[in-house]
C-alpha cells in the first residue's frame, strides 16, 4: 500500500519539475537566439562582402591606369627632354603644374638650366605628371595642363613644348582656383610658337590624358618619390635641400661638380 | 548619456566622409596608398582600389547600427593600421600628406608636421570603435530589430 506523500512534498516536486521544465525552456531559448544571432551576422557578412566586391570591381574599371595609350611624338619615356645626350649630368625634374613649390623652383632653376642646357652641361628631362586634380574645383587643371603640354610637344616640338612648359608655371594659377581655360592654355601654346589649328582642338579634347595618367603612375613609383617637385641627378633621388631655393642651389653644385 | 550610439555615429560619420571623398579619383586612393612605400607595389592598386568602398560600407554599417560589432571590429583594425602606417611614414621622415580624406601624395612641404593630430584623431576613434565591439547594443540601431534581444 503506497504511502500517501504528504501535500508540502508533493507541492514541492511539483515546483521543481517546473523549475527544471524553465530551465531547459531558458537553455534552447538561449541557444535559439544564438543560432538566430550567428544566421543574421553570416548573411550580412557575406551580403556585405558581396557589396564590397563590386564596390571594387567597379573602382578599379574605372581606374584606367596602366593601359595602353600612345604618347606624344619628341617625349622621352614620360619627359619632355632638353639639352644634348653627351651632356655630363641627367636631372629629372617630377612636377605638377598646380604645384607651388614646383613654381617656386621653376622661378629658382629655370634660368641657370636653360644656360647650362644650352652650353651642353646637362640634360633636362621634365617628367609632368597630374595628381592635384582635386585642387582646381573640379576643372582637373594639373592633367588639362599635362595633357596640353603634350598636345604641344606632338604638333611643335621640343623647343615650342619647352617654351610652353615654362609659360605654363610663370602663369601657374594658385591652388583652389579654377586653373588656367582650356582657351587661355591655348593662347600660351600660341604664344610659345604652335600654331593655333594644330593645338586648339587636341588641348580641349585631352587628346594625351591616359598617357598623362601613366605617367603620373609612373612619376609616382620613382624611388624616392614623395611629392612634388621631385628631382633626380642622373637616377638617383635628389634630396639634399630644405628648401626648393636651396633645392636649386645644391642641384647647380652638383652640376658644376659633374660637369667639372 | 548614449556612449555607444554617439561613438557610431561619430566613428560612422568619419568613415563615411572619407570613403565618399576618395571615391571619386580611384588613381588617386592608389598613389595614397603608394605614397606609404609600405605595401609591395603587387598589391598596392588593390588596397587602392577596395579601401574607399570598405571605408563607405562601415561608416554606412556604423550610422545604421547595423552588424554593429562585426563593424567595428573593422573599424578598429583599419584604424590601427593607419597609426602604424602614419606613424612608420613619421619615423622613416617621410613627408606625405595621410591621404586620409582623399588627397594624398600633395605637395606640402611640411605634412609631416600633421602626423601628430593624425595620429591622436585615429587614436580616439579607435577607442570609440572598440567601445562598440565591447558594447555593440546601442539605441537606434538596426540590429535591435534583425538581432534577438539579450534575456
Known sequence: MARKRSTATRRAESEAATARAAAIRAEQERRERRRRSLVVTAVGVAVLTLVLV????????????????????????YAL?????TAPATVTIVEDPMCPFCGDFENASRGWLSDYAAAGKVRVRFRVISFLDDTSNGTEYSTRAASALAVVLDSSGPRVAKRFHDLLFENQPPEGSDGLSDSRLTGLAVQAG???????????????????????????KLEGYQGTPFVQ???????????VDELSANLRSAVDAASG | ?????????????????????????PAESVRAVRAYRLLPEAVVPAVGHLLPVLEVVVGLCLLLGLLTRVSATVSVLMLAAFVVGIASAWARGLSID??????????TQDAASAYPWDIARDVGLLLLSAWLVWRPRTRWALDRRLLP???
Open chain 1, 233 to 243: 641627378l642622373d637616377g638617383e633621388p635628389f634630396t639634399d635641400y630644405d628648401s
Open chain 1, 81 to 85: 627632354e632638353v639639352g644634348p645626350a
Open chain 2, 149 to 151: 534581444q539579450e534575456a
Open chain 2, 98 to 107: 595621410c591621404g586620409c580624406f582623399g588627397g594624398g601624395a600633395s605637395s
Open chain 1, 194 to 220: 604652335a600654331t593655333r589649328s594644330a593645338v586648339e582642338k587636341g588641348i580641349r579634347g585631352r587628346s594625351f590624358e591616359s598617357w598623362v595618367n601613366n605617367a603620373t603612375d609612373a612619376g609616382t
Open chain 2, 1 to 25: 548619456m548614449p556612449v555607444g550610439l554617439v561613438a557610431r555615429l561619430v566613428v560612422g560619420g568619419v568613415w563615411l566622409v572619407a570613403g565618399v571623398l576618395k571615391l571619386p579619383d
Open chain 1, 54 to 77: 563590386i564596390g571594387y570591381l567597379v573602382q578599379a574599371s574605372r581606374d584606367d591606369t596602366g593601359e595602353a595609350a600612345t604618347g606624344p611624338r619628341g617625349a622621352v619615356g
